[in-house]
């Protein structure tokens, strides 16, 4: 099932026995999939139209007056544009709003350009008050919906509309701010968040093949992060490689470079983007191109240990 469905059918469910949560859309209830919700839910639900830092100060008025507002767009719509309504009506003023985020990074793929965001977690990261949240599928998500709607304080959350591919299933257990071991190993720690999980766990069955043993950590909260199974992992392999569907430049990267030189400094790179601006394609191009796939995990990942 679409992770857009299975959102919207949680949400549903949380909604029905919460009626201080509100859903608001800035005219994308159809491609975010919550359109059902208005049929539902016609007093707590409303579209916006294309006004996202109104939208944004709504939701901060709502959260002032005690309901659980989550508002929803495309990553670069509810990230940079309406950064300053965000900083001010939310972060400043300490309100609990859900900032729901849709296709970050090479995952708009044809909407591409203007569209495409690889700096919104870099953003929401230097925030107080903001918990920055990069899901990888639709079990992950349900599972930390009920966490998220009863977590006092505002998180910024990055999911993939019509994903299909699952990782967990619905034996997942989420734990706010812990990271996810996926694998046991000795020779390398690889910490990866979002969708770009898949392509780790891919590249850890690649590099098994090649004997080589990874220590996977899945980060799910990269804000705040999970130091503690970071450094755990680093002091055993002594060689970290981050992956992330982001710029390299404030995201997942920075996050465990700021924590391993704090705490214990490690040989560390990174899987992501180098500065490169957007661009429109599928997304198994997008990755070749920004050197994100699987087996560019793999290479960098044998340069480490110098193979």
Request: aromatic residues 8%.
């Given at each position: 099932?679409?992770?857009r469905?299975?959102?919207v ?7 029905k026995?919460?009626d ?15 359109k ?11 579209d ?16 002032a ?13 509810i990230?940079r544009?309406?950064?300053d309504?965000i ?8 309100q609990?709003v859900?900032?729901v ?16 965001c690889?700096?919104?977690?870099a ?10 949240l ?9 599972k930390?919906l ?6 006092k ?5 990055r ?13 997942y ?5 812990k ?8 020779d390398i ?9 898949f392509?780790a ?12 043993s990874?220590?996977?950590l ?18 055993k ?5 981050t ?13 465990v ?12 790179d ?16 997008l990755?070749?191109d920004?050197h ?5 995990i793999?290479?960098k990942a044998?340069?480490?240990l110098?193979?």
């Open positions: 099932m679409e992770l469905k299975m959102y059918a949680e949400l549903s469910r949380l909604m026995q919460n201080k949560i509100f859903v608001l859309d800035a005219d994308l209830s159809s491609a975010g999939g919550t059902p919700l208005y049929q539902e839910f016609p007093d707590r639900c409303v916006c139209g294309v006004a996202e830092a109104n939208m944004t100060c709504i939701a901060a008025g709502l959260s007056s005690g309901f659980v507002p989550f508002i929803h767009s495309f990553a670069p719509f990230s544009r309406v950064f309504q900083a001010v009506s939310i972060s400043y003023s300490e609990n859900k900032i985020a849709f296709d970050p990074g090479v995952t708009t793929t044809y909407n591409g350009g203007t569209h495409m690889f700096e919104d977690m953003m929401m990261r230097a925030l107080s008050n903001i918990a920055v990069d899901i990888v599928d639709g079990f992950q998500l349900v930390a009920p966490y998220i709607v009863e977590h304080g505002s998180m910024y959350i999911i993939v509309r019509k994903q299909n591919d699952a990782l967990f299933d619905d034996n257990v989420f734990q706010f701010g990271a996810d071991k996926l694998c046991d190993g000795k720690t690889i910490v990866a968040s979002g969708t770009s999980l392509d766990k891919k590249a850890t069955d690649m590099l098994a093949e090649k004997g080589i990874v220590d996977l899945g980060i799910h909260t990269v804000k705040p992060l999970d130091e503690d199974a970071i450094v755990a992992s680093a002091t392999t002594g060689k970290v490689l992956v992330e569907n982001h710029s390299i430049h404030g995201g997942l990267y920075s996050a470079c700021e924590t391993l030189s704090r705490k214990h400094p490690t040989l560390c990174g899987i992501g983007v180098y500065d490169k601006v957007s661009q429109v394609g599928n997304l198994a191009d990755k070749a920004y994100m796939s699987a087996e560019d793999v290479a044998l340069a480490m110098g193979k």
